[in-house]
């Protein structure tokens, strides 16, 4: 085991905390999953594994939630999924230097941070209005989200589920289902670009740990979403949380400067 007793159990109730908010809202957390592991690991290919791993995890028991509910819609996810996937391979085959690694890290964790902010607070509009974009937009998302998503190893959901919600495509239900499944497919991708170049690294016996606390967690979120549960507070704190640390992370490990 590489972390000391109380550093594995203080990272599994992060993870457990994270996985039960963002699944609450539709994500995955692998955001936050990689600024605390960016905490406790050096190796970034470790770092973004294991993100990928636990991300996977909790979207899985999600996208089956929403499949129940009838909200996986995916005749019109399909554009989304298909651009996304082999641009997320590519990504994660990508041999990033260390702080090219936390640069690109740092910049979109508060990214994803702003985007949460400002998806929480932005006027509310009607459900009902659903304007008709041209097909090829849904493709060029999904495939600039994929490509992101695999460089820094996420899912990408995070940043998709708030354009969507900007643009009025469809209910925020449906939009957090797309989220979901969006993030299942490209976990997915990424895994398999990262196996194929070789960087595929986990803490076997950490990675056993977190995917217990994020299965757990990501069941009791995706129920209190479903159960109606205001997503609004639960964005904003997580947003404040990613923010620091993406700072962090942007300046210490990407641009080296002390503190």
């Known amino acids: 085991m590489l972390l000391t007793l109380p550093e594995f159990f203080l990272l599994m109730l992060g993870f457990f905390v994270i996985a039960t908010l963002y699944s609450s ?51 019109k ?45 932005k006027p509310k509009k009607s459900e009902g209005e659903n304007p008709n974009y041209p097909s090829y937009l849904t493709y060029l998302l999904g495939a600039g989200i994929g490509l992101l998503s695999g460089l820094v190893g996420i899912g990408g959901g995070i940043f998709l589920a708030p354009i969507l919600n900007h643009m009025k495509w469809d209910k925020s239900i449906k939009i957090a289902a797309l989220a979901s499944f969006f993030i299942l497919v490209n976990s997915i991708s990424g895994i398999g670009g990262l196996l194929t170049r070789g960087t595929f690294e986990l803490p076997y016996m950490e990675v056993i740990g977190l995917i217990v606390a994020v299965f757990i967690g990501g069941q009791i979120g995706i129920r209190l979403s479903l159960s109606r549960l205001t997503g609004s507070g639960i964005k904003i704190v997580t947003a404040i949380l990613v923010l620091l640390v993406g700072v962090r992370v942007l300046l210490v490990n990407g641009f080296q400067i002390a503190f």
Not at 52 to 66: A, E, K, R
Not at 96 to 114: M, Q, R, T
């Open 25 to 75: 809202v539709g994500f995955g957390g692998g955001s936050s999953y990689l600024a605390l592991l960016s905490l406790v690991f050096v190796s970034f290919f470790v770092i973004r594994s294991t993100a990928l791993i636990c991300n996977l995890v909790v979207v899985t028991g999600s996208c089956y939630m929403y499949y129940k509910k009838g909200y996986l819609d995916f005749k």
């Open 77 to 121: 996810f399909l554009p989304f999924v298909l651009s996304s996937i082999p641009m997320a391979f590519v990504g994660a085959r990508f041999r990033l230097s260390e702080n090219i690694f936390f640069v690109i890290l740092g910049f979109a964790l508060i990214i994803s941070a702003l985007a949460l902010i400002y998806q929480t607070f």
